[in-house]
């Protein structure tokens, strides 16, 4: 087994690391991310260095591993992540909320119609006549909430 370790090259470490990121992408979390960085950081060590012995190779591999990944969490936990420029990316219905729309079906004890774009949404709201302008007022499921728009001079 050690004969294994005391053939270590620095083009192990950078395979290992491509091995690494690898399993990344197919893993949840960043964890083999920072794991392939460090054996990608020892494969350049090596390199520069060709006579590290294979116990420092694996000890400079664990120390910047758990390192790496310490910072990370660190990071991580004084500067969370701000929320993503596409906030409704996976709530579709809040995208129109301020939006206004005609009704397609009356509103008739509190339900009707509108058409969005190429499909028609459920709305909730006072009773009105079809073809009312309506503003989409908030979202209850895949209900609109909306409220009629009087005076509209479209």
């Known amino acids: 087994?050690?004969?294994?370790?005391?053939?270590?090259?620095?083009?192990?470490?950078?395979t290992f690391a491509v091995v690494l990121i690898i399993m990344e992408?197919?893993?949840?979390?960043?964890?083999?991310?920072?794991?392939?960085?460090?054996?990608?950081?020892?494969?350049?060590?090596?390199?520069?260095?060709?006579?590290?012995?294979?116990?420092?190779?694996?000890?400079?591999?664990?120390?910047?591993?758990?390192?790496?990944?310490?910072?990370?969490?660190?990071?991580?936990?004084?500067?969370?992540?701000?929320?993503?420029?596409?906030?409704?990316?996976?709530?579709?219905?809040?995208?129109?909320?301020?939006?206004t729309f005609r009704l397609i079906e009356p509103i008739e004890n509190g339900v009707g119609k509108i058409k969005v774009d190429d499909s028609s949404w459920r709305v909730h709201g006072v009773d009105t006549p079809i073809e009312t302008p309506v503003k989409v007022t908030g979202v209850d499921g895949i209900v609109f909430d909306v409220e009629p728009i009087l005076n509209d001079k479209a």
Not at 1 to 14: A, G, Y
Not at 34 to 58: E, F, H, M, R, T
Not at 62 to 90: C, G, K, M, Y
């Open 1 to 14: 087994m050690e004969s294994l370790f005391t053939q270590l090259e620095f083009w192990h470490w950078l």
């Open 25 to 99: 992408i197919f893993s949840p979390g960043v964890f083999f991310m920072w794991l392939g960085i460090s054996s990608a950081c020892v494969g350049v060590i090596l390199y520069l260095k060709p006579d590290l012995s294979w116990q420092n190779q694996l000890f400079v591999f664990a120390v910047l591993s758990v390192a790496s990944i310490a910072a990370w969490r660190l990071t991580r936990r004084f500067f969370p992540p701000q929320e993503a420029d596409v906030a409704h990316l996976n709530r579709r219905a809040e995208q129109y909320i301020g939006r």
